[in-house]
């Protein structure tokens, strides 16, 4: 499935802060052409100082952006309101991200072996059984994972201030800095707060869905799905169940548009749904994700209850001058599976990178042609995989019987193995010809199933 269609949309490439939906902009003549904008050099070398670039937000995008800038001599300041903020998330992470970020092993509480995706009707898929001895999907809370990336941007040195970014003063001139306005706190003390300002040469704004970087920019806005979740405590024996193994449900009862979860931490599940669509009806779509895995949590205990916008596609604009968004700022969750953790923390390093490269490590002015050699990386790198991903909403989670036929699609080994594979190390996977015409026929089969089911329900409910 997801080889087929990989496949058709290789080669395309979106660029340019304009773009503001991958599902409906196509790249256009002028587009390419601003692409090819080249760096000049001609911003200043900054003399007895480092370029200064302020990150805003300490989640894995912002933890990301700062560790680089600071290995690669920016004067960094990482601005986070909640040092130990514990951002509502499946934390499901992919193989590759373990490896890229080198993260520690010691914070991810499970490794997820076993896969069970769950129709409307009940029927449970393994879809986990391509994967090999040393594959797995990575759980992880967010509390540690953020604080653990955080803390390598200090060690790297970076300074982490903890506060609340208010607002900023544009820059009156080409090279002049950016006033940053910011309540800073002492988690000591605790109390309001002190109003500070900040003056820096270029933003990052990682501050997730909310961003207030982005509106400052004047970024525009983006469709959003509200995604809810529990972390229940079930009893020890209900735990064994979960130990190496994540549930998705999918069925208009769980949601319209997205799917329920059931995904293991240390020691509870976190339960979970979202929807863009029915927003008013979210609280009615949990209940309905927990009944449907009633008989595997029942004794449970719910610890925590949380709920988070998630955006549904980039913003409309993502650069403007020095300033860049990254992250859930920005607008890069997938849709169909709601993956943003490896986005963000991805898109963090990039533009990081695209700002360590442009001043020289940090000798040097930057651009807005420099930072926006990281928007032309990300789309080119990433741009087919969200509309891949786009299009399986679209197909399979537009009503029962398509859901279904999806469930009924994953049972197929191919499947799962190209599926993993873009999932695990996020490359477009190169497919099998013979095995593509195979999928093909299956899934019109599955379809066509599908839809003479959705004819006969439809019949029996007139
Ligand atoms: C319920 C739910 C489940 C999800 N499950 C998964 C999953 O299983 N796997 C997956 O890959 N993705 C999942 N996602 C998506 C994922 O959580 C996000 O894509 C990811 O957190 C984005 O990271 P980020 O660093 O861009 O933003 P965030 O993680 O939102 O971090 C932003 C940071 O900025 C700080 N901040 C915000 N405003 C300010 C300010 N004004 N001043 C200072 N600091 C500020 C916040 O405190 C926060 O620490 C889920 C999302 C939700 C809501």
Redesign the pocket.
Known sequence: MASIALKTFTGLRQSSEKTPHFAVQRPTKTHFQKARIVASKTSPKLGNRNLRVAV????????SAAETLAKGGVETFL????LD?C???????PLCMVGEFDLPLDIIDRKVTKMKMISPSNVAVDIGRTLKPHEYIGMVR?EIL?AYLRDRAAENGAKVIN????KMDLPGDRNAPYLLH?TEYNGTKGGVGEKKTLEVDAVIG???????VAKSIGSGDYEYAI???ERVRIPEDKMAYYENLAEMYVGDDVSPDFYG?V?PKCDHVAV?T?TVTHKGDIKKFQLATRNRARDKIMGGQIIRV??????EHPRPRRLSGRVAL????AG??TKCS????????KS?RMCAEAVVEGSENGKRMVEESDLRKYLEKWDKTYWPTYKVLDLLQKVFYRSNPAREAFVEMCADEYVQKMTFDSYLYKTVVPGNPLEDLKLAVNTIGSLVRANALRREMEKLSS
């Open positions: 805003i937000g300490g989640g894995p995008a912002g933890g601005i986070e309101r909640k903020n951002k509502p998330c499946g934390g499901a992470i967010r953020d506060g609340l970014f208010l910011y990682a501050d997730g869905a909310n961003s207030r995604a809810f979740q979860w995904f979970g979202g949380e709920a988070h916008p998630i955006p990254v992250g859930d700022a890069y969750v709601g993956e943003g953790i490896y986005f963000a923390a963090g």
